[in-house]
């Protein structure tokens, strides 16, 4: 093949992994999307209604039999933990969300392992000698740690590799979405996590979705401004990301002024005035959280029976 | 009972030599209400910042003296024990409530205290009785407007049961109906709390409080009676605080009262009346816009067209929740991606609709309420270079020093715009927008907790602007600001527009969509 062909399908190829998530981000989700799955909303289904503390195990249970099992065991969790978004306020829309989310993690993820793996641990973990080559990279790829080709075997293994993570970053959304800050302070106190920590992660949770706002507010002025006005219509994406990066700053010391006043607003209503708090409807454990208690019990249970089975996370995964 | 007591206070931040406030004696007692004012970065937040106990405990720096709040000495205190005598509602609600539900808002104070829950409940029931935010309880807070939002803020404070309540210009962000609440709050609160209010608007909070303290250059300037305010118009001015207009023209003729209207009769009668500010007169039409938003669930948020004129200053006024922020965004194309719009924005003849933002931005200019989101750059010349070289303008050392000048930067042009003040800041936004040569020029609410003396530069800034061939958009709450520098008003409710005109004709009917006439206008006109 011609070599300028060549390299231009590779650098295309080499950006894919990079550009497709973020414009499906831009296109797709958008920043107004980010914010609908980063903060809470009130609601009545089983979600909202269990103890914080239980979905923070529920959290902990998928985490570990994602990580333990086979990829197609956390791959069905994704596609049930997905299904349950129906349920959730506005569940539609949050189910295309949570969908999009999880392709831009599987692009994100195959695509940072599929073209670096090495070819003996894909020839372990496929229990073959010849790989399926897809694509030869010209050879100065190499400088960058790429193997010489992209290989069928490295598309799979790098999919089978993101499906550790879909379902852990959908179950922790739900607890973002389902929860009050202020509930998964508490829940984390009970555990005996020190109030200032915990305190800590609920602004962080009360700030995601406006540090998506304010990003989304400067980087459409800085085009407006000219950003990549000049530039073909093709590479927007990429001057969106820059001005992304650009946005950083005045977004980081927007929010550092506020966060003097969250502080001060802490602690003159006696913020740390005691190691505990108490709590004006305190938690208690319900019909729900039973339920989600026996649910998790027998996912442990079946997650051992799999690991003796031998479906557990050894290489190779077929 | 004392509340305050404050002797030989002398309070240096870190890094500073000069101490920004002194005072030598200060007594508040037990149950007055004092507004302390002045200008920006005269020491007014330093100094009710020793009182609640955030200098020294939160801020850091050198204190001298002592200060007392009900006998506790503040620096010997611990917050936790302070909270249930000084409570402070800050300029901000949207930094200072934190939590997502207004009831654990409101119960968050308490809950810190390790109260019984019965006990929590009563306090919060409480809370939210006074302040008229029961029927919200159950709302995110992110879901309120900016009145809302102070309200739940003043309920979070007043649940800790505090014996004296501090206000940090409390109604600075928010629109004059949540502005209203707050004060109807105030006016119930007289009675039972020590207040202090900070606060630039004299006008509004005159009828709330029997003392008024100047702060000016980190010292007590003034420090009278609410009613002899009157006769030192002159310090204040002096000082840059915006008075309310028919004091002056009582001072100016001598008219010894205080009522408005009292005063107008006898500014008829001496044929002294006020003349109304200049407006540019009608002129060819820039721009013509029409928006029409409608959410994902088919609710119209929007549905609107305004006519912009050739070297006018527009105003777009009306209640939070008008439409005047989605209207703005509509005419940008920065909205939301899941909202359904039909815009129509043509310029100069020239029809920008579809044109993608960084093609409209060649012709207008944004400069939003978070200016400090535009400032990207490390130094104040690259910042209003920035779009001159994206855009590749000719001559562009040239035009970046004469944008600088006009906006008086050029002593600024190596520091960051970051650490600039916050006037400074905003200017440096305004000169960094117009830069590539825009002929539109958008501001969402540019007076937003700028003092009296930063509104007039910004209203002067606009006017040259104006000279300069520039239109001009501004979204903002301050009728003052408008009946003295707008050409035009337009006020929305309900996403509609229902009124536009002169600002004369406008404030005529503006009250009942929540735009409150400014007392220049109403000394011109009368109140009825």
Redo the contacts between chains.
């Keep these: 093949m011609n070599w300028l062909i060549v390299n231009v399908i590779s650098w295309l190829l080499f950006f894919f992994g990079a550009a497709f998530p973020i414009l499906i981000v831009l296109r797709v989700i958008g920043l107004t999307g980010f914010m609908r799955i980063t903060r809470f909303e009130s609601f009545h289904t089983f979600y909202y209604r269990m103890n914080p503390s239980i979905k923070i195990m529920l959290g902990l249970v998928v985490t570990i039999v994602a990580a333990v099992t086979i990829w197609w065991i956390g791959a069905i969790m994704t596609a049930v933990i997905l299904l349950t978004y129906f349920t959730l306020k506005d569940g539609k829309r949050k189910f295309i969300t949570g969908f999009f989310l999880t392709m831009i993690t599987i692009i994100g993820t195959t695509w940072a392992f599929a073209p670096y793996t090495p070819y003996t641990i894909l020839q372990q973990a496929f229990h073959v000698t010849a790989l399926t080559g897809i694509w030869a990279w010209p050879s100065y790829f190499t400088v960058m740690g790429y193997q010489p080709e992209l290989t069928m075997q490295g598309l799979i293994y790098g999919f089978q590799i993101s499906m550790r993570f879909t379902a852990v970053s959908l179950i922790s959304l739900v607890l973002v979405m389902t929860s009050t800050p202020s509930q998964v302070l508490r829940a984390l106190n009970k555990v005996g996590i020190p109030i200032s920590i915990t305190f800590s992660l609920v602004v962080a949770m009360r700030t995601i979705p406006r540090i998506f706002e304010y990003i989304d507010t400067s980087v459409k002025i800085q085009f407006m401004r000219g950003l990549g006005s000049t530039a073909p219509k093709i590479f927007r994406p990429f001057y969106m990301l820059k001005g992304a990066i650009y946005a950083i700053v005045p977004v980081i010391v927007f929010l550092v002024r506020g966060a003097k006043d969250t502080a001060i607003s802490a602690d003159t209503r006696a913020f740390r005035a005691y190691p505990k708090r108490t709590n004006m409807y305190p938690i208690t454990i319900g019909s729900v959280d039973k339920s989600a208690l026996a649910v998790m019990t027998l996912v442990m249970l079946i997650t051992i029976v799999a690991v003796i089975m031998g479906l557990g996370r050894a290489i190779p995964y077929s | 009972m004392k509340a305050v007591e404050i002797h030989n206070l002398k309070f240096s931040y870190l890094g500073n030599e000069e101490p920004s406030i002194e005072v030598e004696n200060l007594t508040i007692e037990d149950g007055e209400t004092v507004l302390i004012t002045g200008r920006s970065g005269g020491g007014k937040s330093t100094l009710v910042n020793c009182i609640?106990?955030?200098i020294p405990?939160?801020t850091h720096g050198e204190l001298e003296g002592s200060v007392k709040v009900y006998g506790n000495d503040v620096a010997e205190t611990?917050?936790?024990k302070?909270?249930?005598e000084?409570?402070?509602v800050?300029q901000?609600p949207?930094?200072?409530?934190?939590?997502?539900?207004v009831?654990?808002e409101v119960?968050?104070?308490?809950?810190?205290?390790?109260?019984?829950?019965e006990e929590?409940?009563s306090r919060?029931d409480e809370s939210m009785k006074t302040t008229g935010i029961s029927e919200i309880k159950?709302r995110?807070t992110?879901t309120l407007s900016g009145g809302e939002m102070q309200r739940v803020?003043i309920a979070?404070?007043l649940s800790?049961r505090p014996k004296l309540l501090i206000l940090d210009e409390p109604t600075s962000n928010i629109d004059p109906e949540g502005t209203a609440r707050v004060f109807d709050i105030l006016e119930q609160l007289k009675e039972e709390k020590t207040l202090i209010v900070v606060e630039h608007k004299v006008e509004r909070v005159l009828p709330f409080v029997n003392r008024i303290i100047v702060v000016n250059d980190g010292k007590i300037f003034l420090d009278i009676s609410s009613h002899d305010l009157i006769h030192h118009i002159d310090e204040m001015q002096e000082v840059g605080i915006e008075v309310p207009i028919h004091f002056i023209y009582a001072r100016k003729y001598g008219i010894d009262l205080e009522d408005l209207e009292s005063i107008r009769e006898k500014l008829l009668e001496i044929k002294a009346i006020p003349t109304a500010p200049s407006r540019s007169p009608e002129s060819n039409t820039l721009m013509k816009t029409s928006v029409r938003v409608t959410a994902?669930n088919g609710t119209e948020l929007v549905k609107a067209s305004i006519d912009l004129q050739e070297s006018h200053i527009l105003a777009l006024m009306g209640r939070n929740g008008a439409g005047k922020s989605t209207f703005l965004k509509g005419i940008?194309?920065?909205l939301?991606?899941?909202l359904k719009s039909e815009i129509n924005v043509v310029l100069a003849g020239k029809d920008i609709s579809k044109e993608?933002?960084?093609?409209?931005?060649?012709e207008?200019?944004?400069v939003?309420q978070?200016f400090?989101?535009?400032?990207?750059n490390k130094s104040v010349e690259t910042e209003v270079a920035?779009?001159i070289?994206?855009?590749?303008i000719s001559e562009y050392k040239k035009r970046v020093d004469e944008i600088m000048e006009l906006f008086s930067l050029l002593d600024y042009r190596y520091r960051d715009p970051?650490g600039l003040s916050l006037g400074q800041r905003r200017r440096v936004a305004m000169a960094?927008?117009i830069?590539?040569g825009v002929k539109v020029l958008m501001l969402d609410e540019p007076t937003s907790g700028q003092d009296y003396f930063h509104k007039e530069i910004l209203g002067k800034e606009l006017k040259r602007l104006k000279d300069l061939g520039y239109s001009i958009l501004i979204v903002t709450h301050d009728s003052r600001f408008v009946y003295k520098y707008a050409d035009r008003v337009v006020v929305f409710d309900h996403g509609e527009k229902v009124l536009e005109g002169v600002p004369e004709k406008v404030f005529r009917e503006s009250g009942k969509f929540s735009v409150i006439p400014p007392s220049d206008f109403l000394l011109r006109e009368g109140l009825k």
């Design positions: 609640t106990g955030i405990h939160i611990s917050l936790a302070l909270s249930s000084v409570g402070i800050l901000n949207e930094t200072q409530v934190m939590n997502y539900g009831e654990e119960a968050f104070g308490p809950e810190n205290l390790c109260l019984a829950p929590i409940v919060v159950d995110e992110y803020a979070g404070v800790m994902p940008m194309g920065f939301e991606i899941d993608h933002i960084m093609d409209r931005g060649r207008i200019a944004f939003p978070n400090d989101l535009t400032l990207i920035y779009s070289k994206k855009r590749k970051l960094s927008a830069a590539s």
